[in-house]
């Protein structure tokens, strides 16, 4: 190796370069090191004390129990029902608002509870609580998929609303001509 050459003038740009990059590298490394908590992956990708952080967080998801204290009649439909197991907010939202105004008007009688709301089509809506007689609800889990078990409960669209004879096949509300929700009826 001919270390003249590595070392003339015409290479000079070229150490500067190298140098650069180590002295960035290296920089990179100890601005990581300082950064990083103490704590960080002692249990899982994630900084320990952030734990008891999100423990102490409200859940955002309402519980059936919640629902059924007072909406008991449709516990009972759902009881014998195969959608005894569908959660409420999977067809009606999370309701968080609907349950504080519930809770005012338990205690204070002249505390309105704001209606439902008519889903507006999105799954990822923000509407607190809504009512859904809207055949997507349904079909985003009866709709035959590739994968899905033979046990489970789900049609080929166009066939069955066929073989059902159903009046207005393109209706939105086409699955309560003949269904309920909270008790199918199969």
């Known amino acids: 190796m001919n270390w003249k050459l590595i070392f003339s003038r015409n290479t000079r740009h070229l150490r500067i370069l190298v140098l650069l990059v180590v002295a960035g590298g290296g920089g990179a490394f100890f601005v990581r090191s300082q950064m990083i908590p103490a704590d960080y992956g002692q249990n899982g990708p994630y900084r320990h004390a952030a734990l008891a952080k999100i423990e ?89 998929v590739v994968g899905m078990p033979d046990s489970f409960l789900s049609i080929n669209v166009a066939a069955h609303l066929e073989e059902q004879g159903a009046e207005e096949i393109n209706s939105k509300n086409v699955c309560f001509e003949c269904h309920e929700g909270h008790s199918p009826g199969l």
């Open 56 to 144: 102490a967080q409200p859940s955002v998801l309402q519980s059936d129990t919640t629902c059924l204290k007072c909406h008991t009649n449709v516990e009972e439909e759902r009881s014998e029902s195969p959608h005894a197991a569908v959660r409420c907010l999977h067809c009606h939202g999370n309701g968080k608002q609907h349950i504080v105004d519930a809770t005012k008007a338990g205690e204070f009688p002249e505390h309105s509870i704001p209606p439902a709301k008519k889903w507006d089509g999105k799954f990822r809506t923000h509407t607190d609580l809504f009512i859904t007689h809207d055949r997507a609800t349904c079909l985003s889990c009866h709709t035959r």
